[in-house]
């Protein structure tokens, strides 16, 4: 049975395939929440970035609500185990950085709704198949799984981007 880390790391290699095929330098990004279920996993999270080739490694806080808020102190790292998650991240930033592997960014979820003000240049595809412009905005414009994505674009779906959201909605 095909689990959860097997379809990402098909779809991390159906991207790098596209990526090629298309000659476009187009960023691969894997984007993670951390808890009490994954922090001591971290590390060999990095390394399989590196291994994938994956241009972008992001860290996102987990946000307390629907089941997160539900099972909190299941989910939630306290306060001295996230400072010292959050240390060591830094540290792999500069390494990986330095070596020019892998950018880590620990993410601000609020900062894509400012961005969404001005200039959409990213689009997320979640895990099924919707096209947003942020995982954290509930607006799907479309579905991969539905419709191949070269239909998006051949509607001309791509002038929306470099406009403001609020316009397009």
Same mark, same amino acid.
């Given at each position: 049975?095909?689990?959860?880390? *097997?379809?990402?790391?098909?779809?991390? /290699?159906? @991207?790098? $395939?596209?990526?090629?095929?298309?000659? +476009?330098?187009?960023? !691969?990004?894997?984007?993670?929440?951390?808890?009490?279920?994954?922090?001591?996993?971290?590390?060999?999270?990095?390394?399989?970035?590196?291994?994938?080739?994956?241009?972008?490694?992001?860290?996102?806080?987990?946000?307390?609500?629907?089941?997160?808020?539900?099972?909190?102190?299941?989910? *939630?790292?306290?306060?001295?185990?996230? /400072?010292? @998650?959050? $240390?060591?991240?830094?540290?792999?930033? +500069?390494?990986?950085? !330095?070596?020019?592997?892998?950018?880590?960014?620990?993410?601000?979820?609020?900062?894509?709704?400012?961005?969404?003000?001005?200039?959409?240049?990213?689009?997320?595809?979640?895990?099924?198949?919707?096209?947003?412009?942020?995982?954290?905005?509930?607006?799907?414009?479309?579905?991969?799984?539905?419709?191949?994505?070269?239909?998006?674009?051949?509607?001309?779906?791509?002038?929306?981007?470099?406009?403001?959201?609020?316009?397009?909605?």
């Amino acid at each position: 049975k095909e689990g959860a880390y *097997f379809s990402a790391v098909k779809a991390i /290699k159906y @991207l790098e $395939n596209a990526k090629r095929e298309l000659d +476009k330098n187009t960023k !691969i990004v894997v984007a993670c929440c951390i808890h009490k279920k994954n922090y001591e996993e971290i590390g060999d999270l990095i390394d399989f970035c590196v291994k994938m080739n994956i241009d972008f490694l992001r860290f996102q806080p987990l946000l307390s609500y629907g089941r997160a808020d539900e099972n909190y102190n299941n989910m *939630f790292l306290d306060y001295e185990t996230y /400072k010292k @998650l959050v $240390n060591y991240i830094k540290a792999m930033q +500069k390494k990986l950085f !330095i070596n020019n592997q892998l950018v880590i960014e620990l993410s601000d979820s609020f900062s894509h709704l400012n961005a969404m003000e001005s200039e959409i240049d990213f689009l997320h595809i979640d895990e099924k198949g919707r096209l947003m412009f942020s995982p954290y905005v509930p607006f799907s414009f479309g579905n991969i799984i539905e419709h191949p994505f070269d239909e998006y674009i051949n509607a001309r779906f791509t002038k929306y981007w470099g406009y403001p959201l609020l316009i397009y909605m």
